[in-house]
């Protein structure tokens, strides 16, 4: 590591911890040369994950982008920011065991679905009408009657 004092390519490490959740490791080192102390952070390096569209392009995955829709469908809902990140963690923890480096959109949109029709049925239409691109009102109408059957079903 070069000290960005003076350049020189020695040093020791003084201290050393983990960062919050361990992502990462922080390092004070100090120049062996002109005693200068400085920080570094190691993380770990991540191939991204990327999502293959339904027009076959790829993008990175980004948890950011479907918290921000989930939070869309979850609007007025009695669904809490808390609820959404678990979600979301759960569907990464699936997903990202099974799929290496890529990932159908359809596939990751099935694992959200899936947890959110158990969180909120309202909120899960939502986020079905616009992941599924319903073409007309009865396309939407019969999955509101497969959630209905879903009900009558359990209430058997």
């Keep these: 590591m070069k000290c960005p004092e003076c350049g020189h390519s020695e040093d020791k490490v003084v201290d050393s911890r983990t960062t919050k959740e361990g ?5 004070r080192r100090e120049c062996l040369d002109c005693g ?18 339904k027009d076959g392009r790829r993008e990175p995955y980004s948890r950011e982008k479907l918290l921000k829709g989930l939070v869309t469908a979850c609007e007025k809902r009695p669904v809490s920011r808390d609820q959404l990140e678990e979600l979301i963690d759960d569907v990464e923890k699936a997903t990202f065991g099974k799929f ?36 007309d009102v009865n396309e939407f109408m019969s999955e509101i009657k497969n959630i209905l059957g879903d009900k009558d079903k359990g209430a058997s």
């Design 36 to 53: 200068k102390r400085f920080t570094t952070y190691e993380y770990i390096e991540k191939v991204p994950l990327m999502v293959i569209k």
């Design 100 to 135: 290496k480096h890529e990932i159908l959109s359809a596939d990751l949109g099935n694992e959200v679905m899936e947890r959110l029709h158990a969180l909120d049925e309202v909120a899960y239409v939502r986020f079905a009408s616009v992941y599924r691109q319903f073409k």
């Design 23 to 27: 992502e990462a490791i922080r390092r």
